[in-house]
């Protein structure tokens, strides 16, 4: 092993606050750490504002007092974008505030890998534009792996990832497409060496969720996978995004069931070492 380079990282449960946006920022906090959570994804849309660093303040020392890291911050700026630099500002500000390493940003809307050609360039500029002004800034960014967007398709987002000649950019990963496991643990690893954090969610499509557990034959392999550093090179976060009727007591039972499947793997490691 080279001096530096790791063979493992640890992955860690964690939550995105958006699977219970029904809930105050304070009881999402109350719930990851009754939960066994690690860390938790802020979202821009509800429970922590752009413009509110003096909120993110209270809540990053909330988190703290819990023992919970504040692992991202979850907007929702779209790259190619007219008023996306406008936007942006204040996004700092709070990331700052919060305490976060990453940001998540997301590719303009509807615009895809089959769009016409100057779509996809003003996506790739957008991208080009806000990613230094991101990590100029200290931190990792890290774009949304969604399909209606520019990253629908590994190849997509793996070519975009090419193409933007920053060290601190990376993907996040989730199983946004149709597919067999073998497919979609190939397809994640088409990806792997750039991918910071993953989603995680069970269903058929976002009206038809099920617990976590439902969809343990591709968690599992992918959590195995994830513990390869890649050039991210740092213990990453399993965040669950979605749950089951949005209950807060499925979000609990599905972290049980994911922080099983972690300390499997991590007893996997430590036998190996």
Same mark, same amino acid.
């Given at each position: 092993m080279a001096d530096g380079m790791r063979e493992s990282v640890a992955v860690r449960p964690g939550v995105c606050s958006i699977a219970l946006r029904q809930?105050?920022?304070?009881e999402v906090v109350r719930l990851a750490e009754s939960s066994g959570a690690a860390g938790i994804e802020w979202g821009a849309d509800v429970h922590v504002p752009p413009g509110d660093a003096a909120g993110a303040e209270r809540l990053a020392e909330r988190c703290r007092d819990a023992g919970i890291e504040c692992v991202s911050y979850g907007t929702y700026l779209q790259? *190619?974008?007219a008023d996306v630099l406008h936007q942006l500002g204040p996004v700092l500000d709070v990331a700052e505030a919060l305490g976060v390493g990453n940001i998540r940003i997301w590719g303009e809307l509807g615009i895809t890998p089959d769009a016409a050609s100057d779509e996809r360039r003003r996506v790739v500029d957008g991208v080009r534009a806000v990613v230094p002004l991101?990590? *100029?800034r200290g931190f990792t960014a890290s774009l949304e792996y969604h399909r209606q967007t520019i990253t629908a398709t590994a190849e997509s987002a793996a070519a975009l990832?090419?193409?933007?000649?920053?060290?601190?950019?990376?993907?996040?990963?989730?199983?946004?497409?149709p597919g067999s496991v073998a497919d979609l643990v190939a397809e994640y690893r088409s990806v792997a060496a750039r991918v910071s954090h993953l989603h995680l969610f069970a269903?058929?499509?976002?009206e038809d969720r099920y617990p976590l557990v439902a969809w343990r034959y591709l968690w599992r392999e992918?959590?195995?996978h994830s513990r390869e550093p890649g050039l991210w090179g740092r213990d990453r976060f399993a965040l669950i995004e979605h749950v089951k009727d949005d209950r807060p007591e499925q979000l609990a039972a599905d972290l049980a069931t994911l922080t099983s499947w972690l300390s499997v793997r991590q007893t996997e490691g430590e036998n190996r070492s």
């Open positions: 809930l105050s920022s304070d790259a *190619g974008t991101i990590t *100029g990832l090419r193409q933007i000649d920053d060290p601190r950019f990376f993907v996040y990963w989730q199983p946004d497409g269903w058929r499509s976002y992918i959590l195995r």
